[in-house]
Every structure is written in C-alpha cells, then in structure tokens.
C-alpha cells in the first residue's frame, strides 16, 4: 500500500489528473458498452397512432415497469422484442388501440342508474360514430376515418319527419378511392343507421375533395358515376380475369398470362327512324255517294188554268215539251300505310375494340438425369388456346378485335416467392445476427482504445518512474564516478560539452532501465562496443564497480 501511494506522489498533480481524466473516460466508454450489450432488442410494438391511444398505451406500460421508445413524435411505440405478442393481446383485450374513437365499450364504464336518457342517447350516438369509424379505417386504403350522424328525434304531434345524414372525413394512404369503394362506404354506414339511405351520406378526404355528395339524389345508374378511365379498367380487368381463370384450369395455375386492352366509345347517340310500308295498307274510311235528278219542261201554249197548274200523273208526253235525267255516283276511300318509328340510344361506355395478348408456358419433363427439360407448345395448342380466348371475350371481327397468343419460357420464380426459413445464419435469425454483429464491434472497439490508447497514456506514466535501487544505483554511480575521477583512476572518455548537453542528460537520466525489456537499439550497442574498446581499462572499472554494488 505504502508503494502505490509513493508512486502515485512521484507522479505528479499533472499525471495524477490525466490519468483520473482517463479512468473517468474509460468508466464512461466500458459503462456505455455494458448496457449496450445488456439492453434489449427493441421491436415496433403499434405506428400511425392517435395522441389519445399513444397516451393510454404509455401508461400502461409505464405501469407495468416496461421499457418502451417513442419515435415519429410518439406515434410509434417500441418495446422488447420478446414482449411484442403478449403486449398486443393485452392492449387488446383492453381495447387499445382504438383509433382515436369510442366504441360500445363506452357503456361498460358507465353507472347506467346515474345517467340520463339524454346521455344515453349521445352515448349511443357517440358509439355508433366510434365503431363505424373503426370499420371504415379496416379498409385497405384508408387510413383512419372520423364519422359524423345526424340521428333527428322525433317531435310529438309533427308531422314532418326529417331523414337521418352522416358526413365521413377519410384519411387516405395515398391511394384515392374508386367510385365503387365511395359506394360501398356509403352503403355500409347506411345499413348500420336506421333509416339512413346511402344518398344521404356524404365523404370528403383529407385534401377537401368531394367524393360524394349526400344531397340525397339517387343515381340512375352506377355506371355514370364512373369516369371513363374507371370504366376501362374494369372492362379490361374482367375480361383479364376471365380469360386467366379459364386457361389456368387446362394449363395450370400461374402457367399463363393475359393483357387486354379495351377500346370504348364514351358518347351518348339517339337515333330515331320511321319507315313506311305501301305493301300493308289498310282501309282507313270508305264514303259512297248516289245522286239522281230528271228534269221535264214544256212548249207553253196550253192556257193558264187552275188545272194546268194541278199536277197530273197521267197526263201523257204527247204534249210538247222536253225532259232530263241526271245520275251522279261517287265514293271515297282513305287507307292507311304501315309505319314503323324505332328510336335506338347508344349509352356511353359502348366497346368498340377490344385486343387480347396472352403469354402461355411450355410443357417441362424430366429427362433420364432427373433435369427438368423446357418444350414448346405445339400451333394446335395455340390455335386451340387462342379460339377459347376469343369464345371468351365475344371476339367480333368487324370491330376489329384481336387476339395474339404466343408461348414463351416463364422465368423461374420459385426462389423469389418460396418461404424463406427464419434461421438465416447459424440457426440465428436476421435480429440475432445484426445484434451479435454489434457486440462484436464494440468489444473490438473496446480492445482498440485499450491498445492504442489506455496502453500507451499508462506506459508514458509510469516509464519516467525510476525504482529505488535504481535511484540508489544512480547515486553510487555518481560517487564512484566523482572518485575515480578525483583519485586519478581512469575515467571514461566523452565528447567535449555541447549545448543543449545538460538537458540531454537530464533527458538520459529519466530512462527506465528496468521498462527496456531487453529490447536496445543496435547503434547504442554499437557505439558502447566502440567506447569500450578505445577504453578497455576504464570500462572494466565500471563494471567492477558495478559488480561490487550488486553484491
């Protein structure tokens, strides 16, 4: 003990705190690198939350004296690995995380003796919105979604009855919805609420874009809420799936490939035509007139007598005189000719080309070396493949349709989509693996600031310490090296004094003799042999003296 506390007061203020310096820092390094090594691996336990589930989830945790990480402004959690399962089963069963929504499970922390049925009803209200929401946001391509219901109460003694609304706000995962998926929103709220009609549910994005209106007015058709590019897709993704879903029961599942491509025609055309038949005509009205006049006149010479005048139907034509007859006969028809009026609409979405390319596999045997041996399909198959694909598609050739089969060798892709085992590396997963990666740079970390850094600061310290025998070796040398050369006793010869020399000497006498190991270098040996052998005399009466102070 005594020892270490005479070398630590031969070191000095200045060593003494760069080597307390050091230690601190090497506390600091070796500490860092313990709960480094000792810390658990940290896996995504929930992302994308809300502040109000991240704040419930952390209390939990916290709770449980469970070490977590909140990243992306806590909307992310991070908790042991190990852990990760069993956390989410009880956060689920706890209901966490929710969405940022109240659900049913409103009502199990309610006292329902207390509340009122004004409260019971928001709490209804509040429930409904919660749960809805929760189902919309299952949706693959929304994110997260916020329900708004109207539910109107009937007032005693009215009359007017007002329709219940809802109003949804959706946060998309950068993929918009199509027309049928609005739709689908639309009737899946409208079922879920009591006579809520899908017309009157109205959805908007996160950008403000109107995706359906809700003012109640029922579309005609589905089809005219679709824009044409909608309308394309669908058609060529039908006739797509059909024609795969037919050919991979003869070829085989994933032996085949089709693309189509839909030409359509988005005009709306009203064409009407009447045409006349003079063949087929039909009696209508038919009027026959018959007429018949005589007309008798006389001479005038018979006199102007009462009996004259008295018409007399035996009075004889002897008489002169003259008469007439006049006979007049018409008769009308009026037919009616055959019409035939055809009014003929074109609706929009009317194909009018359609072109098919399908990409077929060829048939594989094994060979005598167990190989598997690619072969091409034969024209047969392919005349055979591409008529189902036109039967398929109702290929019409004045339309100019057309159908393109080629067979082609598939890239083999069993590597890519097989299933990877876990253990990718000594039994050891990519997790492990990275983790044990780290150890391993940190312990060669460790090993390098040992070396070259802790190695070198102690060697410096403590090489500069001369020994007691060596201080005392030091001071005999010094005596003797006074009275050999006070009695007259040969002396060693050195170079003339130089400046500089006395420090080179005090440079000299902090050399460590005992710290050398054996290791010199070869001129110092060199030009000790020279000394010696120009002062064979002086040099044997060094070593004597040395000699003589070992024993």
């Known amino acids: ?47 994308d939350l809300s502040p109000a589930d991240a704040g419930q989830i952390v209390d939990r945790l916290d709770s449980q004296q469970i070490d977590y990480q909140l990243l992306k402004g806590g909307t992310e959690i991070l908790v042991p690995a190990d852990q990760v ?11 966490l995380p929710s969405g940022g929504s109240v659900g049913y499970e409103i009502f199990d922390k309610q006292d329902g003796m207390g509340s009122t049925s004004f409260e019971q009803n928001i709490n209804h209200v509040r429930a409904l919105e919660g749960e809805l929401s929760r189902t ?25 009855t007002q329709e219940p609304s809802a109003s949804i706000a959706l946060q998309l995962q950068g993929k918009e919805l199509d027309a049928e998926q609005v739709a689908a929103i639309q009737h899946l709220v409208a079922a879920a609420v009591p006579q809520l009609v899908p017309s009157k549910v109205s959805i908007i994005d996160e950008r403000g874009h109107l995706l359906a209106r809700g003012d109640g007015e029922q579309q005609t058709a589905t089809f005219l809420t679709q824009t044409a590019d909608e309308m394309r897709i669908r058609n060529e993704t039908r006739l797509r799936n059909t024609i795969e879903d037919l050919l991979s029961r003869s070829l085989g599942y994933d032996q085949v490939r089709a693309e189509v491509s839909v030409d359509m025609n988005f005009n709306k055309v009203t064409t009407n035509n009447e045409r006349f038949n003079p063949d087929e005509q039909v009696v209508r009205s038919s009027q026959t007139v018959d007429q018949t006049s005589t007309n008798t006149e006389t001479d005038g010479t018979d006199p102007v007598t009462l009996q004259n005048n008295l018409p007399d139907p035996n009075l004889s034509s002897n008489g002169a005189g003259s008469n007439s007859q006049e006979n007049r006969s018409e008769e009308t028809v009026n037919y009616e000719i055959s019409k035939t009026t055809t009014t003929s609409i074109k609706e929009i979405g009317e194909i009018s080309r359609v072109t098919v390319a399908v990409l077929v596999d060829g048939t594989y045997s094994t060979n005598e070396n167990g190989e598997q041996v690619y072969q091409e399909r034969s024209p047969q198959d392919l005349d055979k493949i591409a008529a189902l694909v036109r039967s398929a598609i109702g290929y019409d ?5 057309q159908v393109e089969v080629i067979n082609m060798k598939f890239a083999d892709t069993s590597d890519m989509f097989s299933d990877a085992p876990v253990d990718t590396f000594l039994g050891l997963d990519k997790n492990e693996v990275f983790r ?11 090993i390098l600031v040992i070396l070259l850094v802790v190695r070198p600061l102690l060697t410096r310290a403590f090489e500069t310490l001369p020994s007691a025998a060596d201080m005392a070796q030091r001071q005999l040398l010094a005596e003797d090296g006074s009275m050999l050369a ?16 006395h420090m080179a000497d005090e440079h000299d006498e902090l050399i460590n003799i005992s710290q050398v190991e054996g290791r010199v270098k070869a001129s110092s040996v060199k030009k000790i042999g020279e000394i010696v052998d120009k002062h064979p005399e002086e040099a044997l009466a060094i070593i004597r003296n ?6």
């Not at 946001?137 to 109107?152: C, D, E, F, G, N």
């Open 486 to 501: 006070e009695g007259g006793q040969p002396a060693l010869a050195g170079p003339a004094p130089v400046p500089g020399a």
């Open 397 to 401: 050739p004045n339309r100019g349709d």
């Open 436 to 446: 044990i990666a780290e150890m391993l740079v940190l312990a060669i970390v460790a």
């Open 546 to 551: 040395w000699l003589y102070q070992e024993n």
């Open 85 to 95: 399962n069993r956390l989410r089963i009880a956060m689920a069963e706890a209901g």
């Open 1 to 47: 003990m005594g020892g270490i506390l005479q070398t630590l007061k031969s070191l000095g203020p200045t060593r003494l705190m760069a080597l307390s310096g050091v230690g601190l820092l090497l506390i600091v390094f070796f500490a860092f690198l313990i709960l480094r090594v000792s810390a658990p691996n940290m896996d995504l336990l929930y992302r």
């Open 136 to 160: 919309i946001a299952s949706i693959q391509s929304v994110k997260q979604a916020r329900v708004h219901l109207v539910l109107p109460k009937r007032q005693m003694f009215s009359r007017e």
